[in-house]
Every structure is written in structure tokens, then in C-alpha cells.
């Protein structure tokens, strides 16, 4: 077998040592015992020698100028974190709360933990399973924190930050899991959907918003289906997903009474309200929803 001297560095090293073995073990063997009826003398034997021994040194020379190709690995990408924060619990006499997400910070006031891990993972209450009991206490687990992060204006980014201060400085191990969990089903009812059809004003189409006008209004211009099903899955006791398979941009105005309103309150309850005032449905169902497993939280750490 013949190999062309541009390829001998391609082998495997396992190929050269058998290969040298062959030379060496019969080929040199036969001839230095004159099997092959040429006689030597004693320099053709010191020449055959030294072949024989470079044919043995090759394999391991050449293996050790093969050398294994490193794969450069990047460095891993750095954990978002806000430049300082502060978490403290409330003030018992504070009056309100709230979570906000301002260019380059996190704002929390007197706000319950568990409304805190709803925020900053934008899920209701029923998507987060395995909450111990102090985290639901809202008399007493309540907190006021301030984050920082300088030229950070997307919210998305501040969110994962939050997540990450939630982590540190709450030890808050969670997971994700889907559950089948009951939802309501927003669809047309009987008679047809109620609701007008948002003129054409040259804006796109379904890009207006929804605005809450005080307990028990909402009014909107120029949205779309999916919209409202987001939006009253905040006021209704479970998730709404959108089956009604309407695709026009609507304007609509939604009156009903809030759970905790009065006595004296003649407005309908929200499922009776949606169907009346926007021929929809809310139909009661199971369905697969994602929620959050809570496996492990701490009170927080002093700053």
C-alpha cells in the first residue's frame, strides 16, 4: 500500500502503528532471516535496521504533531441585575400599593408579596401554585422596594431583572408546569356578537386600548377580541380565552357590578353583562393554562 507523502499527517495514529508493526514483525523478520534468498551483508543489515526502527518511531512522531482542535466557548452571557436596590417591608400604616415598571426601575409600594410575583411574572393569582401561607397574608407580607438599572427602558428586560432581585434577595425557586385548571371560554352568543365596528381612522387595525373607567367600566376603541378576553380575565374569577373567531376591530362600553359593590347596586354581574351589552359568552370550561410552582421562598435578606 502506498501513501502519497501529502497525506501521511491525516492518518490515524492507530493506522501508522499497525502499519509499522506489519513492516517490522514480517516483512523485516523474513528478509533479515533471508527468507527471500538475497543474501545481506553487513551494511544492507545496519540500513534495514534503521528503516526498521524509523518505521516504528513514525506513527508516534507523526501522533505527536497531531494535536486536537479547541473549540472556542464563549463566555457565558451575564445575569441582569439592577445596579442597586433596596426591599423593605411596608409601613403598617401606608394606605395603598401598587408595582410599576418606569424607564430604568422598579417601584413597589406597600404591596403584597404574593400580588409582588404576579406583577413581575405577569400572571394572575390562580397560575401560582405552592404559595406558602405567609407570601398570601397581605396584612403582613407586604413590601416597598426600589430598583435601579441606568439605560434600561425596555420593560421585558427590567421584568427579568425583577425576577432575578426576586431570586436573591427572597431565595424564590420556581418552576413552570400546565395544568388543566377552569377557564371561561369568551364566545358569540345566541343572537350574535353586540358591539359596533371601530371606523377606519387610518390607524391599524385592533391597536387601540382598553381603559378602566371606574369599578365596573371598561371602555374601549378600535381593539380586538383577544384584547378583551386579557382584559377580563383581571376581573373574572378565572382565565378568558378567546374562541369567538371574530376578526373586526371593535369599539364597546361594558357596565357591571364589581363583586364588592354595594347592595343598592342594580347593574348585572360581569357574565351576564358581557352577554347582554356585547352578545358574547363566558361558557365555563377546563383548559390547559401555565402556572407557576413555587418551591422554595425566604423572607427577604437585609439590605
Same mark, same amino acid.
Given at each position: 500500500?502506498?501513501?502519497?507523502?501529502?497525506?501521511?499527517?491525516?492518518?490515524?495514529?492507530?493506522?501508522?502503528?499497525?502499519?509499522?508493526?506489519?513492516?517490522?514483525?514480517?516483512?523485516?523478520?523474513?528478509?533479515?532471516?533471508? *527468507? +527471500?534468498?538475497?543474501? @545481506?551483508?553487513?551494511?544492507? &543489515?545496519? !540500513?534495514?535496521?534503521?528503516?526498521? =526502527?524509523? $518505521?516504528?518511531?513514525?506513527?508516534?512522531?507523526?501522533?505527536?504533531?497531531?494535536?486536537?482542535?479547541?473549540?472556542?466557548?464563549?463566555?457565558p452571557a451575564a445575569r441582569p441585575v439592577f445596579d442597586v436596590a433596596s426591599v423593605r417591608p411596608s409601613d403598617p400604616n401606608e394606605r395603598g400599593?401598587?408595582?410599576?415598571?418606569?424607564?430604568?426601575?422598579?417601584?413597589?409600594?406597600?404591596?403584597?408579596?404574593?400580588?409582588?410575583?404576579?406583577?413581575?411574572?405577569?400572571?394572575?393569582?390562580?397560575?401560582?401554585?405552592?404559595?406558602?401561607?405567609?407570601?398570601?397574608?397581605?396584612?403582613?407580607?407586604?413590601?416597598?422596594?426600589?430598583?435601579?438599572?441606568?439605560?434600561?427602558?425596555?420593560?421585558?428586560?427590567?421584568?427579568?431583572?425583577?425576577?432575578?432581585?426576586?431570586?436573591? *434577595? +427572597?431565595?424564590?425557586? @420556581?418552576?413552570?408546569?400546565? &395544568?388543566? !385548571?377552569?377557564?371561561?371560554?369568551? =364566545?358569540? $352568543?345566541?343572537?350574535?356578537?353586540?358591539?359596533?365596528?371601530?371606523?377606519?381612522?387610518?390607524?391599524?387595525?385592533?391597536?387601540?386600548?382598553?381603559?378602566?373607567?371606574?369599578?365596573?367600566?371598561?371602555?374601549?376603541?378600535?381593539?380586538?377580541?383577544?384584547?378583551?378576553?386579557?382584559?377580563?380575565?383581571?376581573?373574572?374569577?378565572?382565565?378568558?380565552?378567546?374562541?369567538?373567531?371574530?376578526?373586526?376591530?371593535?369599539?364597546?362600553?361594558?357596565?357591571?357590578?364589581?363583586?364588592?359593590?354595594?347592595?343598592?347596586?342594580?347593574?348585572?354581574?360581569?357574565?351576564?353583562?358581557?352577554?347582554?351589552?356585547?352578545?358574547?359568552?363566558?361558557?365555563?370550561?377546563?383548559?390547559?393554562?401555565d402556572v407557576l410552582v413555587i418551591d422554595r421562598i425566604e423572607r427577604p435578606s437585609e439590605n
Amino acid at each position: 500500500m502506498e501513501i502519497p507523502p501529502e497525506d501521511i499527517y491525516g492518518l490515524p495514529e492507530k493506522f501508522m502503528t499497525n502499519l509499522a508493526k506489519d513492516i517490522s514483525s514480517s516483512r523485516i523478520e523474513g528478509i533479515m532471516a533471508n *527468507r +527471500f534468498g538475497r543474501r @545481506l551483508d553487513f551494511g544492507n &543489515r545496519l !540500513l534495514l535496521a534503521t528503516v526498521a =526502527t524509523l $518505521a516504528v518511531a513514525a506513527p508516534i512522531a507523526v501522533g505527536g504533531m497531531i494535536t486536537p482542535r479547541v473549540q472556542a466557548q464563549s463566555p457565558p452571557a451575564a445575569r441582569p441585575v439592577f445596579d442597586v436596590a433596596s426591599v423593605r417591608p411596608s409601613d403598617p400604616n401606608e394606605r395603598g400599593d401598587w408595582v410599576h415598571f418606569p424607564p430604568g426601575r422598579l417601584e413597589v409600594r406597600n404591596a403584597p408579596l404574593i400580588f409582588v410575583i404576579q406583577q413581575i411574572y405577569g400572571v394572575r393569582d390562580f397560575q401560582i401554585v405552592g404559595a406558602p401561607k405567609w407570601i398570601v397574608d397581605r396584612n403582613t407580607a407586604r413590601f416597598d422596594i426600589n430598583a435601579k438599572a441606568e439605560g434600561v427602558t425596555d420593560e421585558g428586560h427590567l421584568r427579568l431583572m425583577a425576577q432575578n432581585l426576586l431570586e436573591d *434577595r +427572597f431565595r424564590l425557586k @420556581l418552576h413552570r408546569e400546565t &395544568r388543566d !385548571l377552569p377557564v371561561y371560554l369568551l =364566545t358569540q $352568543a345566541k343572537n350574535g356578537v353586540r358591539v359596533k365596528v371601530a371606523p377606519d381612522d387610518g390607524s391599524p387595525r385592533g391597536s387601540g386600548a382598553i381603559e378602566f373607567v371606574v369599578p365596573g367600566q371598561l371602555q374601549g376603541e378600535n381593539v380586538a377580541m383577544d384584547q378583551l378576553a386579557k382584559v377580563l380575565s383581571r376581573y373574572a374569577d378565572r382565565p378568558v380565552l378567546n374562541k369567538t373567531n371574530y376578526t373586526e376591530a371593535f369599539t364597546f362600553n361594558l357596565e357591571w357590578a364589581p363583586d364588592d359593590s354595594q347592595p343598592d347596586d342594580v347593574r348585572p354581574s360581569l357574565l351576564a353583562a358581557v352577554q347582554k351589552q356585547m352578545g358574547l359568552k363566558l361558557d365555563p370550561r377546563k383548559a390547559p393554562i401555565d402556572v407557576l410552582v413555587i418551591d422554595r421562598i425566604e423572607r427577604p435578606s437585609e439590605n
